[in-house]
């Protein structure tokens, strides 16, 4: 396991059924689309979008429809804007597109910040992020085939519309939701799945677990984690670990609230998450300090910024995602087109020591390999609310069960950061409960209070 190639039960001659031809198109055919969608969006969200006639009125933009290729010539929007116009005009805002009664669903965002957002679906709305998602959980290897437990909720959080997913795919779902291990435990002994849903926060969780008290965890008929939610599936250090535990290949997806629960699937070649949302979303890549827009090509890191193409409640322009990636590649052996990223961290956590930028998953793939000394999990905790960082940099590592961990421990995982990352650092080892909790996303940076 762990090396790649094709999972267990995997037929090829099925795969891509649901949206063969966009998955697999040329980066030709893929524009010809996107600019045609693009063209009947457009034109809705000078229409209706209240929040967006504002917003282009004020940046100078004329009333005549903006071409895809000139797409960097429209204002970027962020998450606070999105807020704003929630606010300025509740429940829904000003961004709100359609009349009330045509909104079917609302999910709330889990406002990182302050109070939390909602987002308003249409029906139309709800089978594109359906259409999205089939794609990108299908990628993953998830077939009709296959049992799924999943420790995503119904809800409040936009991870629910997973359940809408699964039985598009025709898989059978074992729906548990979060913060219930027993229960998680229980599935999987009892062999009702092979395949689980889960935060890398909680994977790791379960791994950590089943090594101390179930020697034979390898031999359950698990067969396949997805992860989400949060970067993780994608660190070597944590992914071989819940591989070599549960016996299990690990995979990932990646999704953003605004724009769609799940944009992008790992396929069982594990080079990284495929952009799933050909037709439906156009994705740019921009730097993060700069904004300049970049290539979408091998090696090129920058923040990737999303514009809906088929979304009628909630349209999106230039929405800046917020997360840093890595493209891995623009081709791949499944015949995907999609290009592939790794998620390196979300642009808030990123930090500067000595002007050289870090992301917490850095420091999480060193302490990782500490293991089974600490559980894995880890956070920087930063003095304030800049950026620049001095050194020491303080890291906050979980170790496992009650103890305050091994004597030399700290300074073990110190030096190892130190030369492998050339700056210092103070680790500070934390017992397991002083994280919280563990079936939750794991905040890979705090800031200290007050
Ligand atoms: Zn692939």
Redesign the pocket.
Known sequence: MGSGGRLPGDDCDRDWIWSREAETASAQETFGRAAQAWRAQASHVQENSGFYRRKFREAGISRSPVRLEDLPRLPFTSKEELKQAIEEEPPFGSNLSVPLERVKRVYQTSGTTGAPSVIALTAADMETWTEIGTRTYY?TGIHDHHSVLSTFGAGPFVAGHTHFVLSRIEARTVPVGPGDTERVIFGLRSGIADTLLATPSFAQYLANRLEQTDPEAHTLRLTHVVTGGEPGGGIPEVRDHIEAVLGATVNEIMGIGDVSPSLFG????Q?GM?FSGAGLVWPELVDPKTQEPMEIESGAVGELVYTSLRREAMPVVRFLGGDIVRIEGTS?????TGF?MRCLGRRDDMFIVRGVNVYPSAILAVVGEFRPRVTGRARVVRPDAGTNVDPPVEVEVEVPGDSAGEASLAEQIEASLRSRLTFRCRVELLPEHAFGDSAYKTSLSVRRPG
């Open positions: 990628s790992e396929c069982p070649n080079q495929h791949c052996d499944c015949g995907r592939r």
